[in-house]
């Protein structure tokens, strides 16, 4: 399965894929793999995703790679969302939330998971289009100048890597 | 035939369209360029040209394809594939929902009570709201062989409104039986578990108490033990001294009376050798008569000292009476003090052993009850009652007031059965909850049994309230049981009877425990060994008195205190006080005494005969002394002339009266 992200960004980033998929799949990807993932939002957010049409594998491969060291941006998600939290103003709506069927399981009162969520809906926007302009700079300035070096085709060139190719292509219809 | 180009790139556009339906799909140069080469302008058309190069037209239906991909938001075959998804779910759950529910309750009960748990067969209807299972058992952490607790068949009835609000409300639950501390088929798994604390139940032996035989040997050694403070002794000392100062007297005045008679026989010989031939010897005569007189005088004197001594004699008959009396008055009085040392009932406390009994009777119930109390406690909330943030695994959990005031765990009300050894009770409990604060009141329970004649009824409340008085509280009523016991008194081999139990027991805030109990016994039989604590104790019971009672008990963490208040050991005390010790018993105790000093009595015994012998030789002295009276009498009579014949002064001779 993993493969199969890897192999399917890969070709994501090089084929004729819109740039805009991949990159929403990427900001996806962001969010899903810095917000703790045990409540429903979570595994709204990803289900969801699943009927725009994003690049699968770059919003998974993603997550897996974020998933790691997403603690890393805890102090500061869980500053943002503490602070939304405790807002004077919002409490009123918060208790209402709380009381409301399926919400509790939102986790929406935890301060990381409310702190992503308004990251998110902040630099969502900036992200998106940071990488539809690096895939765009990456399909004209890089792309070729790997695809023509030595080492990529000698990689190529393989047997296990066309045999592997060749197996995904057969699966999934990929031309490269 | 030949392979014909995808039908979007034989197509004619403007130039608009061109741009807006195929070069904005494509992203790659080279792939633009292609079809830029495809197609050439022509009074503002896009028209394809004609390609036959096999190559080409699979390059360009390629790129087609692609274009015709990158169109739209929404990908038609991804939603057709999460419905397919979402279908595969579907099926998933409905086949996998309750063993998927059982392992995660079974998940969630080891991670409450950190012990293997079990479920049998559960079933989980979510429209209905209801979860139904055939067993659950929970491993007891302390004793891996033991369940904390087990129930039979449940039925769960779950409110599912609340439980989309993340609460576990449970209108009803019925459960067929519930157990605690039961046996497992094979030891559960736990987890970090500290020191196993195994304790080994002991049967508690029989106190040493035993009632002392009155024999013999055991009264001599308490008359040795106690004689100073015997009377007897000293009575026969003072008896023996008055016998031996009347003896001594009586003998003075017998060697006394023995020398006047020795004196006076001399005195009569001489007046006997007096002759008197005529009745002229005037002078003779009366000189004779002045003798027999002076004589008769001292007889009589003599007579008197002889009368003294009898008197004395006869007062030493009195002393020898007045003595027995007095032998017999210490005799009883040194009894009534042995038999108070010697009384049995001085070691007797059953009092004591029956406190241990009883504590032992106790502490499995109260343990059941602590355990109880321990697995409510552990429904108590967990997340810092009034803290604003609870830390999670990451970040905070902010804890936002409740607005519908209702707890996150509660089951409303449960019945059943719950089974302890071979009873089994019908079972209620209302209110188990996490949070009693919101659910307004303690946890209630109430457990009863009838069965025959027999009945008990148990009811209490466990509360975690702040403004809670007690932690929890138990009252017990057993208005009369039949009960047997083996071994339960000493000296006694079995004993039925009734008994009636009312008690009262609490978790105080601090955690310690205090309770309160009354027991009532009555109806008695008993078999009871051959000796004398088997019959004693036998003899009080079997009297039908009823014995009580009052037990009362606080445990603390260092503090432990105990007492019982019992009627039983002055019921057994006063059975075996003197007034009731057997006429065996007391003709032991009264033997003893005398042998012991049957020496001393024999003595005083001989000195009184020794005195009682002298009234021979006291009698022997009297007729002496009137035969030499009379014979005195008669010489006067046959010196003095008949009736006409006057003697001057011989009417003045007075004979004595009769002597003795």
Known sequence: MIIKWIIKTIAALNSNNRPGEVAAALTFGVLLGIMPSDNITWFTILAMTFFLKINFGAEMVMAAVLKPIAPLFDPFLDFIGYHLLTADSLSQLFTKLNSMPVMPFSGFSNTVVAGTIVSMAVLSVPLFFMFKLLLRLYREKVRDRIMSSTIIRKIGKLPIVSKIVWIFKKAFELKR | ?660
């Open chain 2, 1 to 660: 035939m030949a392979k014909k180009i995808n039908i979007i790139l034989r197509k004619k556009y403007t130039e608009k369209k061109f741009r807006k339906k195929i070069l904005l799909k494509l992203f790659l140069e080279d792939e633009k360029k292609a079809v830029l080469d495809l197609y050439r302008l022509e009074n503002g058309y896009y028209l394809p040209s004609d390609v036959t190069d096999k190559k080409k037209i699979r390059e360009l239906n390629r790129i087609a394809k692609t274009v015709k991909s990158n169109t739209g938001a929404l990908g038609i075959g991804k939603t057709g594939a999460l419905a397919a998804v979402a279908v595969l779910i579907l099926l998933f759950f409905l086949f996998l929902k309750n063993p998927l529910a059982e392992k995660g309750l079974e998940k969630a009960l080891e991670a409450a009570f950190k012990a293997e748990s079990e479920i049998d067969s559960l079933t989980l209807s979510l429209l209905k709201g209801e979860i139904r299972y055939r067993a659950l058992r929970v491993t007891d952490r302390e004793n891996p062989d033991k369940n904390l607790f087990e129930t039979g068949k449940a039925e769960i009835n779950i409110r599912m409104k609340e439980a989309l609000k993340g609460k576990f409300n449970a209108e009803n639950i019925e459960l067929e039986y519930l157990a605690i501390d039961t046996d497992r088929k094979t030891r559960g798994e736990v987890s970090d578990r500290g020191e196993e604390n195994k304790t080994t139940e002991t049967k508690r032996p029989l106190p040493s108490f035993k009632a002392p035989e009155i024999n013999r040997d055991a009264v001599i050694k308490a008359i040795e033990e106690n004689l100073e403070n015997l009377t007897l002794p000293a009575e026969l000392e003072k008896i023996k001294e008055s016998y031996e100062t009347a003896k001594t007297d009586i003998e003075n005045g017998i060697d006394d009376t023995e020398k006047q008679i020795e004196a006076f026989k001399k005195k009569a010989e001489e007046i006997r050798s007096v002759k008197i031939s005529s009745a002229l010897e005037i002078d003779k005569i009366k000189k004779l008569t002045e003798d027999i007189s002076s004589a008769t005088k001292t007889a009589d004197g003599i007579l008197v000292n002889i009368e003294n001594t009898g008197n004395k004699l006869k007062s030493v008959s009195e002393l020898s009476k007045s003595g027995t009396s007095l032998v017999n008055t210490a005799i009883n009085r040194d009894f009534t003090l042995l038999t108070e040392k010697l009384n049995p009932a001085q070691s007797f406390d059953l009092k004591e052993y029956i406190k241990n009994y009883i504590m032992e009777s106790f502490e499995p119930v109260l343990k059941k009850y602590e355990k109880a109390f321990s697995i409510a406690s552990k429904l108590k909330r967990e997340k810092g009652e009034k803290a604003d943030t609870v830390k999670v695994k990451r970040g905070r959990k902010i804890l936002f007031p409740v607005t519908d005031n209702k707890p996150g765990f509660i089951i409303e009300k449960t019945s059943g059965s719950f089974i302890d050894g071979k009873r089994k009770y019908s079972l209620q409990i209302s209110s188990i909850t996490n949070n009693q604060e919101l659910a307004g009141k303690p946890t209630d329970f109430s457990l009863s049994y009838k069965k025959d004649k027999e009945s008990i009824s148990i009811e209490g409340y466990f509360d975690s309230r702040e403004k809670r008085e007690k932690n929890s509280m138990l009252k017990l009523n057993i208005p009369a049981v039949n009960f047997k016991l083996n071994d339960f008194l000493p000296g006694i081999k079995t004993v039925e009877g009734v008994y009636m139990l009312t008690a009262e027991a609490s978790i105080e805030k601090d955690r310690s425990l205090s309770g309160l109990a009354e027991i009532n016994t009555d109806n008695y039989k008993s078999d009871g060994t051959d000796d004398l604590t088997g019959k004693t104790v036998s003899s009080v019971l079997n009297k039908n008195t009823p014995v009580n009672f009052r037990f009362s008990f606080k445990t603390g963490k260092d503090t432990q205190e105990i007492r019982l208040d019992s009627n039983i050991d002055k019921m057994l005390k006063d059975a075996i006080s003197p007034p009731e010790l057997t006429s065996e018993q007391k003709k032991i105790i009264k033997d003893s005494i005398e042998s012991y000093f049957s020496s001393n009595i024999d003595e005083n015994s001989r000195i009184a005969e020794g005195i009682t012998t002298l009234k021979e030789k006291l009698d022997s002295q009297k007729s002496t002394v009137s035969s030499e009276k009379n014979a005195l009498k008669e010489k006067l009579d046959s010196a003095v002339p008949s009736d006409n014949i006057k003697i001057p002064g011989a009417d003045k001779i007075k004979l004595p009266a009769k002597l003795w």
